[in-house]
């Protein structure tokens, strides 16, 4: 379930990140308060991901979801950049996701 949670926490990290496009600068009350609080969710998440996790393992997973999750994000959303090294970089971030986890089981 720790797992799980982590994974989500990461989503919510997404979710931050992304929003503080659109909020402006934190100028714009509506978007400033959704970022903060997928924020304050993400952060709870992970706090409670790391009761049966190790920290190292769970701080990486998270930032690497949120990582590549945003660049992606950032792909759909704002039409960032495709190029094949930027692309490359993302799979070696999930590989080493990958290998945290099954290092972890």
């Known amino acids: ?16 990140a992304v929003g503080l496009k659109y909020t402006d600068g934190f100028t714009r009350p ?32 998270w930032t690497g979801v949120g990582a590549v999750g945003t660049v992606i994000a950032g792909i759909i959303l704002f ?13 070696l971030i999930v590989a080493g996701l990958i290998g945290l986890k099954v290092s972890a089981s």
């Open 79 to 91: 039409g960032e950049s495709m190029a094949v090294i930027r692309l490359v970089s993302v799979a």
């Open 30 to 61: 509506l978007p400033t308060a959704l970022t903060i609080g997928a924020m304050v969710i993400s952060i709870g998440l992970l706090g409670m991901a790391v009761k049966e996790l190790p920290l190292g393992t769970a701080y990486a997973v």
């Open 1 to 16: 379930m720790s797992w799980f949670i982590l994974f989500c926490a990461g989503l919510f990290e997404i979710g931050w």
